[in-house]
């Protein structure tokens, strides 16, 4: 893999004077999954995916299941048994372009892997992805919680809100956060799904329409960002892991140098600012519940 970053990751790499650095950590990315990889994946219950729509907008949406419902069947190829809530657009995004970002993610150890590739559909159970790049990242920022399986005899019947602005209790919701997740997407790399967190708190909702998060020192290749500055069409996915229940945001990001606004906020390098295009509100999701344990002891304070 000649070519590891496109040029809008080179812009934020260089303009962030980290691009020896960054040289250095992306020979760590290849496309085929290790044997240590295969074993993390058919241990997890979930996994965030990231596709387009037809309209080129950017959606994260959120699949769980019993250990082994992911598994790498080969060193390129992942098998995905669950389907989305009725009114995710995940299905309907894949049967118009096959791009996927994938992050699989251990909240209760801070492991993760992100994936990318190409995705097909397999009727009535999920779906197979031929990677592209595979890679891990570091556990700064994740919050410790512990998988729960929600004990409740009455069965899951999602029921999906879609709207174009934010009403105020997810304002509020998203106000309370430590964790989201974000797709992007470039031409030439593809989708990419990653974890964003801190203490609560660190999302802003500005009003109905805007949300502002910093971005805090990472690992310097600049995935998310550097797709931003090519493509500002982002998806955001904000779990509440007590009740299951989801909130699916698609709009555009822009990147904030300005020192004197950057200054303010502790512990940023930048901000983001998110204006909403759609939103999709889903309860039970899944049945799955998850206890906080402890903040990352890297969150700002």
């Known amino acids: 893999m000649e070519d590891i970053f496109h040029a809008g990751e080179l812009a934020m790499q260089t303009r962030a004077g980290v691009q020896e650095a960054a040289s250095r950590i992306g020979k760590g990315?290849?496309?085929?999954?290790?044997?240590?990889?295969?074993?993390?994946?058919?241990?997890q219950r979930m996994v965030i995916v990231g596709s387009i729509d037809g309209q080129g907008r950017g959606w994260a949406s959120?699949?769980?299941?019993?250990?082994?419902?992911?598994?790498?069947?080969?060193?390129?190829?992942?098998?995905i048994v669950a389907t989305p809530a009725p009114g995710d657009p995940l299905n309907e995004n894949l049967r118009t372009r096959g791009e996927v970002g994938l992050l699989a993610i251990n909240l209760a150890t801070r492991q993760r892997i992100r994936m990318n590739g190409t995705a097909i559909l397999r009727p009535e159970s999920g779906l197979n992805v031929h990677t592209q790049q595979v890679y891990g990242n570091c556990p700064r920022y994740i919050q410790v919680r512990q998988v729960e399986e929600d004990?409740?005899?009455v069965p899951l019947s999602p029921k999906s809100t879609p709207s174009v602005i934010l009403s105020e209790e997810q304002q509020g919701w998203i106000a309370r956060a430590d964790t989201?997740?974000?797709?992007?997407f470039h031409a030439e790399s593809g989708a990419d799904t990653s974890h964003r967190g801190g203490n609560p708190g660190f999302?802003?909702?500005?009003?109905?329409?805007?949300?502002l998060w910093p971005d805090y020192n990472g690992n310097g290749m600049f995935q998310t960002l550097g797709n931003i500055v090519a493509n500002p069409n982002v998806g955001l996915l904000f779990i509440d892991f007590a009740y299951g229940r989801t909130l699916q945001l698609t709009g555009q990001a822009r990147i904030i140098w300005e020192a004197e606004l950057v200054e303010q906020v502790v512990g940023a390098e930048r901000l983001v600012e998110f204006h909403l295009g759609r939103a999709i509100e889903t309860s039970d999701v899944t049945s799955l519940r998850w206890r906080l344990m402890e903040y990352s002891p890297h969150n700002p304070a």
Do not use: C, H, Y
């Not at 990315?29 to 241990?43: D, V």
């Not at 989201?180 to 992007?184: D, E, G, K, L």
């Not at 999302?203 to 949300?211: A, E, H, I, W």
């Open 29 to 43: 990315i290849g496309a085929e999954i290790t044997p240590a990889r295969k074993n993390f994946l058919r241990e």
């Open 62 to 79: 959120l699949l769980t299941g019993k250990a082994g419902f992911m598994q790498a069947v080969d060193a390129r190829t992942i098998q």
């Open 151 to 153: 004990t409740s005899p």
């Open 180 to 184: 989201f997740f974000i797709t992007s």
């Open 203 to 211: 999302v802003r909702s500005v009003d109905g329409n805007t949300l």
